[in-house]
Nanobody, 117 residues
């Protein structure tokens, strides 16, 4: 059973940066596609970015050229570097692990990101 623990959220001014981290344990990290999702108040949870086992990445349009997802298969971590943050990026950010070809999915508990002046 994969366990995910996020960290790195907080309050930041518009235009600044934050780096989220997700530490994984309990399963073979390298075989999972890893992703970051977010959920703003009153909105559905949405995919922000994901990175496959081969390192291929995909981003939702609103964060392209501002956010970067990366993974470290030795340290069993995935990161989300968020630059040029905007108030509309405010949300709870969740780490996700998906085992390709299966219904095996794991979620972290979420970390709050608030972008406000």
């Amino acid at each position: 059973q994969m366990k995910l623990v996020e960290s790195g959220g907080g309050l930041v001014q518009p235009g600044r940066s934050l780096r989220l981290s997700c530490a994984a344990s309990g399963s073979i990290f390298a075989v999972y596609t890893m992703g970051w999702y977010r959920q703003a108040p009153g909105k559905q949870r949405e995919l922000v970015a994901h990175i496959t086992t081969t390192g291929a990445t995909n981003y939702t349009d609103s964060v392209k050229d501002r956010f970067t997802i990366s993974r470290d298969n030795v340290k069993n971590t995935v990161h989300l570097q968020m630059n040029m943050l905007k108030p509309e990026d405010t949300a709870v950010y969740y780490c996700n692990a998906n085992l390709p070809g299966t219904r095996t999915v794991a979620w972290g508990q979420g970390t709050q990101v608030t972008v406000s002046s």
